[in-house]
């Protein structure tokens, strides 16, 4: 389960929630991270959070998370206890958040939506290979090590018949090793399904592995070159093909549902912020897409206890939670109601390049069926 699968099974539950969204432990010594604590205690003290939740949170940030610096945390507290902990590794996007009230505010896990994404690293040699799932923006999990056999005689200068031998012996021991592999790629693959293969490593493992693939895997596999399993080597190529790969996957989303929109002279889709609402109300929605610069503007909504858990004013008999922001209620009532939401974010070719004057791009709706 996804972290905001999970925080949508939460939302039907009445709250009130305290929400912080800060920077991971640091390098920084002991007694400025204490600092940093301190801080956000006051904050949600000044925010009206109750003690327990203060203490909580306190608590899980104390505790750590243990990732690599730069990281970030999205902590969720009612009643006292930590009910969501994320984190993820990475800058902290946006400002802090430090709140309690009635509706926890999803941007960070929004805009962190790509840290869900699942895949599979393997990095082969040719004795073996190990295995790591991973996931966008956090720590991999344990390693999986397969191991074959490595009485594989390596392939030597010596000419003649006896080079030729050992070279056949140790080509043979290779394949059955990768289809070792293989299985266990295609096991994972069948289980978890990866988003992708990343397959770095020595060059004729990786090509023996392919080979064993099943189709559903192969088609699956991202081919890095970088033998990565050589002592010394320099990860950074496989970390960047990885990073391109789920850049080029959340553009590939966001285009396919704007093309989904369009199917049918655009009878699949809807755009507006009140063409939206109405349709989430209907639950006829099946994937939202908003652009990060919505939670700019001055536009608000109410976001509901119950269905249909957005209104513009009327309440509709239900009672608000408040007024929020439209881009925090209308991706609040799409998560309650079983939508997908992107969230289309400005993309910098420098951290330090000047931002693009433009106003938000209007929100968007692929529809579960055509409108009438």
């Keep these: 389960m996804t972290d905001l699968t999970r925080m949508a099974s939460l939302l039907r539950d009445s709250g009130p929630w305290t929400v912080a969204y800060v920077d991971g432990a640091g390098d920084e010594p002991q007694v400025i991270e204490e600092k940093k604590q301190d801080s956000v205690r006051r904050r949600l003290n000044e925010e009206g959070a109750p003690p327990a939740d203060v203490e909580a949170v306190a ?9 690599p610096s730069p990281s970030s945390r999205y902590i969720v507290v009612v009643d006292g206890a930590v009910v969501l902990d994320s984190a993820l590794s990475g800058q902290r996007h946006g400002e802090e958040i430090l709140t309690h009230g009635p509706v926890p505010p999803l941007r960070p896990l929004l805009l962190h ?57 140790s080509e043979e021991i290779w394949k059955l090793n990768q289809r070792e592999v293989a299985e266990a790629v295609d096991t994972v693959v069948r289980e978890r399904q990866p988003a992708f293969v990343a397959l770095a490593g020595d060059v004729r493992a990786r090509q023996l592995l392919r080979d064993d693939l099943a189709d559903a895997s192969r088609a699956l596999v991202l081919d890095v070159d970088a033998h990565t399993r050589a002592d010394g080597a320099d990860d950074s190529a496989l970390e960047d093909a990885i990073a391109r790969r789920l850049a080029e ?8 549902a704007r093309s989904r929109a369009r199917v049918d002279h655009g009878s699949h889709g809807v755009e507006g912020v009140e063409p939206v609402l109405r349709a989430l109300q209907e639950a006829a929605v099946d994937t939202l897409v908003l652009d990060e610069r919505m939670w700019d503007d001055e536009r608000m909504l109410d976001a509901l206890a119950d269905v249909p858990w957005v209104d513009d004013g009327d309440a509709l008999g239900v009672g608000s939670l408040g007024r929020v922001p439209a881009a925090e209620a ?15 974010q400005d993309e910098y070719a420098a951290e330090d390049e000047a931002r693009e004057q433009r106003l938000a791009r209007e929100p968007l709706a692929v529809l579960r069926r055509p409108a009438a």
């Design 330 to 344: 209308l991706a609040r009532a799409a998560l309650l109601t079983d939508a997908d939401v992107l969230v289309e």
């Design 59 to 67: 608590t899980a940030l104390r505790d750590g998370a243990g990732l």
């Design 249 to 256: 996957l959340e553009t590939e989303d966001l285009s396919t």
């Design 113 to 169: 939506g790509s840290a869900d994404v699942g895949y599979l690293v393997v990095e082969a040699g040719r004795e073996g290979a190990q295995l790591r799932w991973e996931r966008a923006e956090r720590s991999p999990e344990p390693p999986q090590e397969v191991e074959g056999r490595t009485d594989a005689l390596p392939k030597v200068q010596a000419g003649g018949w006896s080079h030729a031998k050992h070279q056949r012996a």
